[in-house]
Nanobody, 128 residues
Framework: QVHLVESGGGSVQAGGSLTLSCGVS????????MGWFRQFPGKEREGVAA????????SYADFVKGRFTVSRDSAKNTLVLQMNSLESEDTAMYYC?????????????????????WGQGTQVTVSS
């Protein structure tokens, strides 16, 4: 069983930045594909940014390209989402997700169906 714990959410004004972190309880961090998702009230969870099991493969939703950056800190077993130029439309609950993928990345890193481990979420609120 893998446990994911998100941190770093909070409130910020439009144009500001936040850094989300996701700590993963595993000794095989680099064998997991990982992603960040967000959910608006009454809506389904949507992919934001994701990293294949190796750091050089990343995927981003169109609405965050150029603003958000996903990275992995293998020394700390942590997935990081740097969010810049935040907009009020980015206000949502953000979730970290993981799936075991030791031999190849999942076909669509931004699809929630591909993940089976989820964190509890961290709230991001952007005021205009």
């Amino acid at each position: 069983q893998v446990h994911l714990v998100e941190s770093g959410g909070g409130s910020v004004q439009a144009g500001g930045s936040l850094t989300l972190s996701c700590g993963v309880s595993t000794d095989t961090f680099n064998s997991y594909c990982m992603g960040w998702f967000r959910q608006f009230p009454g809506k389904e969870r949507e992919g934001v940014a994701a990293s294949g099991r190796r750091s050089y493969k990343t995927s981003y939703a169109d609405f965050v390209k150029g603003r958000f950056t996903v990275s992995r800190d293998s020394a700390k077993n942590t997935l990081v989402l740097q969010m810049n130029s935040l907009e009020s439309e980015d206000t949502a609950m953000y979730y970290c997700a993981a799936v075991w993928c030791p031999w190849s990345d999942v076909p669509n890193l931004l699809s929630r169906e591909g993940y089976n481990y989820w964190g509890q979420g961290t709230q991001v609120t952007v005021s205009s």
